[in-house]
């Protein structure tokens, strides 16, 4: 059976809520998307298998960017919301049906 690569898994409720640009992040929020991508990859998900290299390594860079953030934080985001919801975005597009840019 093969992948279309015209469709992408439909977006997960919760993930759909933390991209969300009224949802104030927390670091459960951040964690869950990270966790969310590590399954994606531990399972081999075919959407994975249909990106390029450049967007694999740009998928790697956004999750240890989001992790760096986490890391680097006290766990109040506020100030940082756009920027770590961009990164969150960018991590998830090519698994889900999202864009980056919206």
């Known amino acids: 059976m093969s992948y279309d690569k ?3 898994p439909e977006l997960p409720k919760r993930l759909s809520t933390i991209l969300g640009p ?6 459960e929020d951040i964690i869950w998307v990270l966790h969310y991508a590590q399954k994606k990859v531990a399972l081999k998900d075919p ?3 249909e990106l390029s290299k450049p967007r694999i390594l740009q998928i790697f860079n956004s999750y240890c960017e989001a992790a ?3 890391l680097g ?12 919801r961009a990164c969150l975005r960018d991590l998830v597009f090519g698994l889900t ?5 919206s």
């Open 73 to 84: 934080s006290h766990a109040h985001f506020h100030a940082d919301d756009d920027d770590i």
């Open 6 to 8: 015209n469709t992408r």
């Open 47 to 49: 959407a994975l298998l």
């Open 22 to 27: 009224s949802h104030p992040l927390c670091r």
């Open 68 to 70: 760096m953030l986490l």
């Open 97 to 101: 049906d999202i864009n980056p840019s």
